[in-house]
């Protein structure tokens, strides 16, 4: 699938679909009405499931979209789409389309032909401005692109086939992660990993520029943004509104994983120091999980996993709303660790407050070599905002304490935490575990704003010794207490909401199902919002056909429910319809 803005307040979307015989290409433009909260969809219902964009013989893959503002001398919403196409039945080529507001094409219906060579053209990207479009792929191991007017007599601008952005006459050179972007002057940035410096063994980072005459800036083949030892990947380009543009890739020159930024002026070379500027840490290791928790007053902490040392240790920095403005504001913000534990695994933050950080993780007790050297403590680490100090002990505080440890011993994959804080700074700290391995169900503990623990253990909020259950979320109610959202996995997936006062109770009515039809159902995400809660899922209720391991292999649908903050279900008893066709629906965020 691919989205994007596309003028007006709307946004369009391309997406693959094999509703048909052979893949396909199909679209959708969305507007949004803020005064009454809809959205509404202009090329087709829901029900007939987007426009045909080309549905050719053969195959259409690998189909994106952008907004060509300003382009053909229409400012009302033209998009461009790009596609990879088989009607030839032998070699894959590249054609493109210009889309009015209403979802008409410009050209015929079967789409633009960019190239037409015998070898393989694949994977195009698309960016567009007022002067055009830009489409760029691969052929074998390099790549190429072109230019596309808005004119039936004659659209293509550059070679017959498109034009080389970067060409190695070798096949022991590859260009990939190609990705484009207009430079606001009538122009265009390509930007590419290359692999052509043999010696250091390892992918560098080359740019070439397209200026509104069709001329490149750059050698052949491009310029070098980067070229030092280790792996420099996955760059982007924008333009920086002056013709210019930053550059950011994911460098491995310390080890792994830290970024780095370099920017070009209009036409010109590099403006910050040789080989990029430094963005983030995380050198010899490997980044993982990156979140973020608003903090208020226009702050918010990201946080994430770091594996510099071998084992999960997690960083994280503040940032404010002002948060680059200027380069040294964004560069020099600094990253913390969040706890000195050597082992810290599935990380959670939550403000307590606007001057203290509650922070929740899992210790695996093998790494950090503490008894009983199994199993996983449940921790957490109070630090003070914005500074991010450590307050008490720097390696954290075991939750569920217990000479037994009988709260330490979860499977690896069960591990599951959520944390809701109440007006009093308090958290209710959630996990699911197996209490002996008794069957998993969700427990809580209630953490005071000085890191207090409250309750001398854990309460167990689901007790059914029938079935496991994971939490999923959690959020504050209006008792002071915390609403959760939780998973009964038995031989379907049933879904709760369910509600605790500020001392644990179960309050009256809870727990609920969130949808009372009788099918698979997986939750996919729960929004925290303003009026109450937003939980979205994958159901199976359309489903007649299944895989060996029972899993829904075609007709599964996407269903919504809303709860207000007291647990009321505001939506259908059988959940609120988002996507329902006749095609696999999943994945949704």
């Not at 070599?369 to 403590?377: I, W």
């Not at 499977?411 to 209710?428: I, K, R, T, W």
């Not at 259950?469 to 369910?498: C, H, L, W």
């Not at 292999?553 to 207000?564: A, K, L, R, T, V």
Request: proline share 2%; aromatic share 12%; charged share 25%.
């Amino acid at each position: 699938i691919s989205l994007e803005t596309a003028g007006n307040g709307d946004a369009a979307m391309v997406w693959v679909d094999d509703r048909n015989p052979s893949l396909d290409i199909y679209g959708q433009r969305i507007s949004a009405d803020h005064t009454n909260n809809t959205i509404s969809t202009l090329w087709s219902t829901v029900e007939e499931g987007g426009r045909v964009i080309c549905d050719e013989e053969g195959e259409q893959n690998s189909a994106k979209i952008t907004y060509a503002v300003g382009c053909c001398g229409d400012d009302m919403g033209i998009t461009a789409v790009t596609w990879e196409d088989q009607r030839s039945g032998t070699d894959w080529d590249v054609y493109m389309q210009y889309l009015y507001l209403n979802g008409d094409p410009y050209f015929d219906s079967s789409g633009l032909l960019l190239t037409g060579s015998e070898n393989d053209d694949k994977n195009p990207r698309v960016k567009a401005d007022n002067s055009g479009a830009y489409v760029v792929w691969y052929q074998n191991n390099d790549i190429y692109g072109q230019k596309i007017i808005f004119s039936q007599d004659d659209p293509i601008q550059w070679a017959d086939n498109g034009r080389a952005i970067s060409f190695e006459d070798t096949n022991q050179v590859t260009q990939s992660q190609v990705r484009l972007s207009t430079d606001g002057q009538g122009g265009a940035y390509f930007i590419f990993e290359d692999s052509r410096d043999d010696d250091l063994n390892n992918k560098d980072i080359y740019i070439q520029h397209v200026d509104p005459n069709n001329e490149f800036t750059y050698n052949d083949g491009g310029k070098a943004v980067v070229s030092v030892l280790g792996d420099q990947e996955m760059p982007i380009v924008r333009n920086d509104g002056d013709g210019g543009a930053f550059v950011v890739w994911y460098d491995k020159r310390e080890g792994s994983g830290s970024l780095y930024v370099q920017h070009l002026g209009y036409m010109s070379d590099i403006t910050f120091e040789e080989n990029g500027k430094f963005i983030l840490y995380g050198k010899e290791g490997d980044t993982e999980e990156m979140q973020s928790e608003y903090l208020g007053s226009g702050q918010s902490i990201v946080y994430f996993e770091d594996w510099e040392p071998g084992y999960a240790s997690t960083k994280g920095k503040v940032i404010s709303s002002g948060y680059g403005d200027s380069y040294d504001g964004a560069f020099n913000a600094g990253v913390k660790i969040l706890s000195e534990n050597i082992s810290q695994n599935l990380p959670k933050a939550k403000a307590l407050g606007s001057d203290k950080l509650f922070y929740g993780f899992y210790q695996n007790n093998w790494d950090a070599q503490v008894d009983p050297f199994e199993g996983y403590n449940q921790m957490f680490q109070l630090l003070d905002l914005p500074d991010l100090n450590l307050i008490g002990d720097s390696n954290g505080t075991w939750l569920f304490q217990s000479d037994n440890y009988q709260y330490s011993f979860i499977a690896d994959n069960q591990l599951a935490m959520e944390l809701s804080s109440n007006d009093e700074g308090g958290v209710f700290y959630f996990t699911s575990l197996s209490e002996f391995f008794a069957g998993i169900d969700v427990y809580v503990h209630k953490v005071g704003s000085d890191g207090s623990i409250v309750w001398d253990t854990p309460i167990n909020v689901t007790n059914n010794m029938l079935y496991d259950n994971r939490i999923i979320k959690a959020v504050p109610n209006s008792d002071g207490g915390s609403i959760f959202v939780y998973t009964e996995q038995a031989t379907s997936s049933v879904n709760y909401i369910s509600s605790i006062d500020q001392d644990g109770n179960i309050i009256d009515g809870f727990p609920k199902r969130i949808c009372d039809i009788d099918s698979f159902q997986i939750i996919s995400d729960v929004i925290n919002t303003e009026n109450g809660i937003f939980i979205v899922w994958t159901d199976d209720r359309n489903v007649y056909e299944y895989d060996d391991e029972g899993y829904a292999i075609s007709d599964s649908d996407i269903y919504g429910q809303f709860f207000d903050h007291g647990g009321n279900r505001l939506g259908p008893d059988e959940g609120i319809v988002l996507v329902a066709n006749t095609d696999k629906q999943d994945g949704t965020r």
